[in-house]
């Protein structure tokens, strides 16, 4: 039986009992769990709701693909209990942390772990391989699903006496990502919409979801900027594809994409991965997701209609 299905049935049945779980001796129960970026670490707190905190290691405002471990982190995931990160390709600065500071822990590769759906990177990554996995999976809402279970399996293993409670927030998490999913592929329903241009391949998942698929991208590395021949030829592209919008990213420099819109007709938009600006917790996935979603409409479609 799948695990998402026990985990609706656990839940159910746990809320039959009536029982009801002290949040202060839960808290203490709850094992030490770090998270890296703030979207996993929403769907993980979903889990955890009342019993404990996932600790965040990065935040929304910092970009994992330049991010250097500082030593309180490090004193983190020496103590860390479980750990929950998407891989190398996104998080490259804990390939070699992780064996050397996290012996101990439960460590949860999301790149690896089961009912998870991966796409293939479109484009060539910092080392010039084409045959790693798009690590942005979490932007695909079925994949934020097997995320919820897996977590709550691992939580259950690692902290019996909360399993039950696990369970009941996943469930509760889950039927809020069944209810974005449905939201998710009726907004574009419509049919095509005008070209568009990325600042880098960081929305595949979200693209695939909504039946969208950007002309182009202004950067293959995010943290390179990009020559001026190759900002030549984008430039050229938004012209030549007639391109109604180029989507920046706040966590990189917006003054490269109004230089490269300026004259072309395109405009610009906002489109973030990893939660900006909001605050950490179970809710920001959901605000992440949906700011998202509006950004698109209102740029591709207008304001009000998407």
């Not at 808290?27 to 996993?40: M, N």
């Not at 005008?194 to 293959?220: C, I």
């Not at 994409?257 to 959901?286: C, H, M, N, Q, W």
């Not at 979603?293 to 591709?300: E, H, Q, S, T, V």
Request: a positive charge; glycine letters at 10%.
């Amino acid at each position: 039986m799948p695990r998402k299905l026990l985990a609706h049935l656990a839940a159910q049945a746990f809320l039959a009992t009536g029982i009801s779980l002290s949040g202060v001796n839960a808290q203490a129960a709850s094992p030490l769990v770090v998270t890296t970026i703030p979207p996993i670490h929403s769907l993980v707190a979903g889990v955890m709701e009342g019993i404990g905190v996932p600790h965040l290691l990065l935040s929304g405002a910092v970009s994992p693909h330049s991010y250097a471990l500082r030593p309180s982190a490090a004193h983190r995931l020496q103590n860390a209990r479980v750990i929950f990160w998407v891989g190398p390709a996104l998080e490259g600065f804990l390939s070699r942390s992780l064996a050397a500071l996290a012996g101990k822990a439960h460590v949860v590769m999301l790149t690896r772990a089961p009912g998870i759906t991966l796409l293939p990177a479109r484009g060539r990554d910092h080392g010039g391989a084409t045959n790693r996995p798009d690590p942005h999976l979490w932007l695909d809402p079925g994949n934020a699903q097997s995320i919820v279970a897996l977590a709550a399996d691992v939580l259950a293993d690692e902290n019996p006496q909360n399993a039950r409670a696990y369970w009941r927030n996943a469930a509760r998490v889950t039927a809020r990502l069944d209810t974005l999913t449905k939201r998710v592929k009726a907004r574009f329903a419509r049919g095509a919409v005008a070209p568009f241009f990325l600042f880098h391949d960081a929305f595949q998942y979200l693209e695939r979801a909504l039946g969208l698929s950007a002309a182009g991208f202004v950067t293959v590395a995010p943290d390179r900027p990009p020559g001026a021949r190759h900002l030549g030829d984008i430039r050229a592209a938004i012209t030549g594809f007639g391109a109604a919008c180029v989507f920046s990213e706040p966590q990189f420099e917006p003054r490269l994409i109004s230089a490269l819109v300026e004259g072309t007709g395109a405009r610009i938009g906002v489109l973030d991965a990893l939660g900006s600006g909001l605050k950490a917790g179970p809710g920001l996935y959901f605000q992440l997701m949906e700011s998202n979603l509006r950004a698109l409409g209102d740029c591709l479609i207008g304001p009000g209609d998407g």
